[in-house]
């Protein structure tokens, strides 16, 4: 038994277990078991690991240290509060624990954690004490800098740095990214262009895993580099539609319209397209005339106008018979068609 145990105990001792130096906002916490041998019952250092174990029968792992980004929170075994259970209607306070419902008192009177409600009060863990909840920061989604005419992006994320309150800081990951969708750059969701996950770690200057006021005001210097990128990825866009479009126009030899006639060295062009009967639409990927638009690539909207197939826009969608704009699926939809 004692050679077993002893291998047992090399084996744990020998596991590998890594921990990250610098806290990723999509990484999870490393979870792990501690040696039945230490006090500790708890070693947990916020957004990177925790390790545990058991506490012997009757107790439970509560008494324990304040703990930050930085230093880890230690928690040692401890016996659970005294108090005698009460039941619906009566009298409820220090020592008397309500059976079923919550007894509604001032959060200072509850003096262990698990006692402290998560409702209206937070336990604060460097001086021990159950405290009244702050009430939740207003979060502002960056959407609604880009309400009304559109402006350039530098100043619609000036504004975004300006319209969001100082109670919102230190800001999460989740919070920011809650905050960051539905913005838009050059026409495409921000998400769309780059992730959010390395938009934050831009500003993350200290790798915390949390925005303070500070760091969060380099956000217009953020989204310069985002719209970098948009206008890289539109501009190579177009450069491949334009490099298709001159090969389809290269082996093109002629153009037969509807009634059959032979027009030697024509091209196809929105004017071709809008007067065929039915009228059709240019499409600049395959160049050629479509009935439908939703036939050509990512431009599935209809500009009757120039009788062409363009991107979906808010804008385009409306004056395409004044359709509305999808996000979820960057498609028009008919008013009142919000299935997706």
Not at 184 to 205: E, K, T, Y
Not at 251 to 275: F, H, K, M
């Amino acid at each position: 038994l004692a050679a077993l145990l002893g291998g047992a105990a090399t084996t744990l001792a020998a596991e590998y277990f890594e921990i990250t130096q610098f806290r990723d906002p999509g990484q999870c916490e490393r979870m792990a078991c501690l040696s039945v041998r230490l006090e500790h019952c708890r070693d947990h250092l916020h957004g990177f690991y925790m390790r545990e174990k058991g506490c012997p029968e009757g107790q439970m792992c509560t008494d324990c240290g304040h703990g930050n980004m930085t230093t880890p929170a230690m928690c040692y075994c401890e016996n659970p509060p005294y108090a005698v259970k009460v039941t619906y209607n009566e009298a409820c306070g220090l020592g008397k624990e309500c059976v079923e419902g919550e007894c509604y008192r001032p959060c200072y009177t509850f003096l262990q954690s698990t006692t402290c409600p998560t409702g209206y009060c937070m336990w604060d863990s460097y001086t021990r004490t159950c405290l009244d909840k702050p009430a939740a920061a207003a979060q502002v989604a960056w959407m609604v800098a880009q309400d009304g005419p559109a402006r350039p992006i530098l100043e619609e994320s000036q504004d975004v740095v300006l319209m969001t309150p100082q109670s919102a800081f230190p800001m999460t990951f989740d919070t920011f990214r809650t905050n960051a969708l539905g913005f838009r750059i050059a026409g495409m969701l921000i998400d769309d262009i780059m992730p959010l996950q390395n938009v934050f770690l831009q500003l993350d200057s200290d790798v915390n895993g949390m925005l303070d006021a500070s760091e969060f005001a380099h956000l217009p210097e953020a989204i310069a580099v985002v719209e970098a990128q948009a206008l890289r990825a539109v501009a190579d866009d177009e450069a491949a539609g334009a490099a298709a479009e001159a090969a389809m126009l290269r082996r093109l030899g002629e153009v037969v319209d509807d009634e059959g006639r032979r027009l030697q060295n024509a091209t196809i062009r929105p004017e071709i397209c809008s007067s065929k009967r039915p009228r059709e639409y240019y499409c600049s990927f395959d160049v050629s005339c479509k009935l439908d638009c939703r036939e050509c690539g990512w431009k599935t909207a209809t500009d009757t106008a120039f009788a062409s197939c363009v991107r979906p826009t808010p804008e385009t969608c409306w004056a395409d018979g004044q359709q509305v704009f999808c996000e979820s699926d960057q498609l028009c939809h008919p008013p009142g068609d919000c299935s997706n």
